[in-house]
């Protein structure tokens, strides 16, 4: 059975909503729905990736926000309660979507650093 989630649990930006629906009505994907998903972890916190899905699970959560269907698998939930997802235009890195999840915790370096030889955002 799908499961509603409250608005508030995920927030998509307006501009976020917007270029989700562009690229649906772009593609003539009509019934397709944008999934948030864990796409892996390491040392300095979880990596999300999204895809346009029409194939919706009986075990995923569901909402709508701004005529964007939105879904998440059961377990992605816990590490997306209470993100926001926008679509940021950044001069250094180009166009694309954020997603800034306080649920999805970075580790913290102790004092010997991290292990990740600097692979990551932290630069340990």
Request: net charge negative; hydrophobic share 35%.
């Amino acid at each position: 059975m799908l499961q509603d989630l409250d608005v508030q649990t995920i927030t998509l930006t307006p501009t976020a909503s917007k270029a989700v629906s562009d690229i649906l009505a772009e593609r003539k994907l009509e019934g397709y729905a944008l999934r948030v998903y864990v796409a892996g972890g390491g040392c300095c916190g979880v990596n999300f990736g999204m895809a346009l899905d029409n194939n919706i699970r009986d075990t995923d959560f569901k909402y709508d926000s701004e005529g964007v269907q939105v879904v998440v698998d059961e377990v992605s939930i816990d590490y997306l309660r209470g993100a926001k997802i926008d679509f940021v235009h950044d001069p250094e890195r180009g166009a694309g979507f954020v997603v800034d999840s306080p649920s999805a915790a970075q580790h913290e370096h102790d004092e010997e650093g991290c292990s990740c030889g600097g692979s990551c955002s932290c630069n340990n």
